[in-house]
């Protein structure tokens, strides 16, 4: 779990509660030996600062570009985006363009059922706190959730997957058993 910054103790939480081991991740030593990685919600220009300034910004890069399993939420999702209309820090990995804050402020924070393709056991209880929307997407992104005005909320391209949401505070660990599923172990660090 990256732990720069964000809501790494309840995504670590929900990664015990399926039964993997979290490990903090705030140096590019801590990046040795990942099954994969968790970028958090919080607040990613932040993110993105605290990286450059830990000398963390390139290894994380390294890190996606080998094609290893990566799942940002939030805030997460706007720090792997190759676009996020705005001049901040990127990893810059996945083919998408965000539209960040596009729920609009805080107290416009809802929760909403949300079929996401893949998972099973029916809508997924969706928490949207500040939540970017993907605007576009490139030839190799797969859209996995949309809201009824076409919001995309939900995308993979390769081992990276995005969530607009946070399934950490939605009282619903499908989407993490799933996503440490495809890590192919359970012993699983985590970037907050």
Not at 2 to 28: I, K, S
């Amino acid at each position: 779990m990256l732990a720069l910054q964000g809501d790494v103790a309840e995504h670590e939480a929900a990664l015990r509660r399926v039964g993997a081991e979290p490990l903090r991740v705030r140096l590019a030593a801590d990046l040795d030996g990942l099954d994969g990685l968790i970028l958090p919600g919080g607040e990613s220009t932040t993110i993105g600062l605290l990286a450059r300034l830990h000398g963390l910004l390139e290894p994380l890069r390294a890190y996606v570009a080998q094609g290893r399993p990566v799942w940002g939420t939030c805030a997460g999702l706007i720090f792997l985006a190759r676009d996020a209309g705005h001049d901040q820090a990127l990893i810059g990995a996945m083919d998408i363009h965000v539209d960040r804050n596009a729920f609009g402020p805080q107290v416009f924070s809802s929760e909403r059922d949300l079929d996401v393709e893949g998972l099973e056991g029916g809508p997924l209880r969706a928490v949207f706190i500040r939540a970017p929307a993907i605007r576009t997407v490139g030839p190799h992104v797969k859209v996995l959730a949309t809201l009824p005005d076409g919001k995309i909320v939900a995308a993979r391209q390769d081992a990276m997957l995005v969530t607009s949401f946070h399934p950490e505070i939605g009282g619903d660990d499908r989407m993490h058993a799933a996503w440490v599923a495809s890590c192919g172990r359970s012993r699983v660090r985590a970037v907050a």
